[in-house]
């Protein structure tokens, strides 16, 4: 993926040529509204490259070849430890040229799995594999990226490095078995905290540290966590893979994020479930990947459903690689921190995003449409495309917010720039927007359009934003024709 590519993280120095100066407005500063054509470039068909990403996006296949677990040793029943025979079946299948290594029927405790190239990891209906809760698992260490930021860990639960043509399919479940007793407590006190707080186990002074050391530019292979840090794995993590699939399968109870592609071509998502209500359990975390299609996927989780990123400050703009071409299409998103979502690690940048076809409703699902973002963060978020969703119970609408956690605190302008949502229909929401940009430097090119709001309980926050056009939105049944000024 080595190519050559712009800055995606602008210095406030640098920015000054491209900032838009806001309009001053009485009641809601810094916007400018109008209901003209067209937005920015490709809008004449905005939708075009969604298509070729649906048409060209390259999909694993494999050999009609299958590897039983059982017949490498694996027992069912959730008691013998299935980890060697699963590994002797993926090098048996891989040595082979590929195929499916095929966990039947029955539950397997297992420690982590690490895929090779050409494998595909089946699980058919009622199977599970059932991960270990002991850290020590886990260990030797393997280079991953948490947060944003790479450095050497606990390996994930399912994991592949540098692999080609793999996959984990099937109508079977990977049960992570994360709870309020495991996993969950590293995570340390929160204001959503259920999880039970066991003395010396917190993640904050380690995630601290790991933010100094790549602010610092150390070396990866010096920034040694695992025990004692209490950074928790993600479920499934593919790194600088080509050619990943995940279908079919359910993936429960994370200790941390699900399912987490970094660096990664052609990434298909399909039928997936992700159901998880721990801290940080994050459903599909696109990370500086190329060409995604998350299709037709259920989110029922204690974070983001859906989140775009590449990198967290100034690792993620040393490695500098955006998420782009990525396309969600015929989800279901239940309980969230928000349904689709482009941020917060998004100093690499993200481009070419598309929702649509999407179903949202839970009176836990706090935001349907966000993107998240600060001056610390930066990041440039250009041609987000979002049609057809439907939202029932939301908390709020829509959120483009530059002041994120540590807000305007750093030297690095985000720029969100040529965003359109269109057929959005909301039945009932707290708030309908929190867009806010900076005075300075606002929020560019933000198209509505066929936009109902049934219920809301508040319009919300618009300020800062400069080219916003708007066209039939109606909001408790009145036409919005976008902030007073």
């Known amino acids: 993926m080595k190519r050559a590519h712009r800055n995606y993280a602008l210095s406030r120095r640098h920015f000054l040529h491209l900032a838009v100066a806001g309009a001053t407005g009485a009641a809601l500063a810094g916007c400018t509204a109008s209901t003209g054509a067209g937005v920015a470039a490709e809008a004449a068909d905005g939708w075009a490259r969604a298509r070729?990403?649906?048409?060209?996006?390259?999909?694993?296949?494999?050999?009609?070849?299958?590897?039983?677990?059982?017949?490498?040793?694996?027992?069912?029943?959730?008691?013998?430890?299935?980890?060697?025979?699963?590994?002797?079946?993926?090098?048996?299948?891989?040595?082979?040229?590929?195929?499916?290594?095929?966990?039947?029927?029955?539950?397997?405790?297992?420690?982590?799995?690490?895929?090779?190239?050409?494998?595909?990891?089946?699980?058919?209906?009622?199977?599970?594999?059932?991960?270990?809760?002991?850290?020590?698992?886990?260990?030797?260490r393997v280079f991953t990226r948490w947060e944003g930021m790479e450095l050497m860990n606990y390996s994930p639960l399912v994991y592949a490095y540098g692999q080609e043509n793999v996959a984990v399919t099937g109508a079977g479940t990977l049960q992570g078995n994360a709870n309020d007793q495991t996993w969950w407590p590293w995570k340390g006190p929160n204001s959503e905290q259920h999880w039970d707080l066991i003395e010396g186990q917190d993640q904050a002074p380690a995630r601290a540290r790991l933010e100094q050391e790549t602010e610092a530019g150390l070396p990866v292979a010096e920034r040694l966590y695992g025990e004692g840090s209490w950074l928790r794995p993600p479920l499934v993590q593919f790194y600088r893979c080509k050619r990943v699939l995940l279908e079919g399968v359910t993936l429960k109870d994370s200790p941390f994020w699900l399912i987490h592609p970094v660096l990664c071509e052609?990434?298909?998502?399909?039928?997936?479930?992700?159901?998880?209500?721990?801290?940080?359990?994050?459903?599909?975390?696109?990370?500086?990947?190329?060409?995604?299609?998350?299709?037709?996927?259920?989110?029922d989780t204690g974070d983001d459903c859906i989140a775009i990123k590449s990198g967290r400050n100034a690792d993620g703009r040393r490695i500098a690689v955006p998420c782009e071409d990525v396309l969600i299409r015929g989800c279901h998103m239940a309980a969230g921190h928000g349904g689709v979502v482009i941020g917060s690690e998004i100093s690499g940048g993200v481009r070419h995003v598309y929702a649509e076809n999407c179903e949202m409703n839970s009176p836990d699902l706090e935001r349907a449409l966000r993107i998240k973002t600060n001056s610390v963060r930066g990041g440039v978020l250009e041609h987000l495309r979002y049609r057809n969703i439907h939202v029932g119970r939301v908390k709020d609408v829509l959120v483009i917010n530059f002041h994120y956690e540590e807000g305007d605190a750093g030297d690095f302008e985000?720029?969100?720039?040529?965003?359109?949502?269109?057929?959005?229909?909301?039945?009932?929401?707290?708030?309908?927007?929190?867009?806010?940009?900076?005075?300075?430097?606002?929020?560019?090119?933000?198209?509505?359009?066929?936009?109902?709001?049934?219920?809301?309980?508040?319009i919300g926050i618009v300020e800062h934003v400069t080219g916003l056009e708007v066209d039939q939105v109606t909001i408790n049944g009145n036409a919005w024709r976008g902030p007073a000024v």
């Open 52 to 140: 070729e990403i649906s048409e060209t996006i390259a999909t694993a296949t494999f050999p009609d070849r299958d590897f039983d677990i059982r017949d490498f040793g694996a027992e069912a029943g959730g008691q013998a430890d299935a980890t060697a025979a699963i590994t002797r079946a993926i090098a048996a299948c891989h040595e082979a040229g590929g195929g499916r290594v095929v966990v039947p029927e029955g539950v397997f405790a297992c420690g982590p799995i690490h895929l090779r190239s050409n494998v595909n990891l089946h699980l058919v209906e009622g199977a599970e594999l059932s991960f270990s809760t002991d850290p020590q698992r886990y260990l030797p």
């Open 266 to 299: 052609d990434v298909v998502v399909r039928g997936v479930t992700c159901s998880s209500h721990g801290p940080n359990s994050d459903g599909c975390n696109p990370e500086s990947c190329r060409r995604v299609l998350i299709d037709n996927c259920r989110f």
């Open 414 to 458: 985000p720029l969100v720039r040529d965003v359109e949502v269109s057929n959005l229909v909301v039945e009932n929401a707290d708030r309908v927007f929190q867009v806010r940009g900076f005075a300075r430097n606002p929020v560019r090119d933000v198209r509505l359009e066929n936009v109902m709001v049934r219920r809301a309980g508040t």
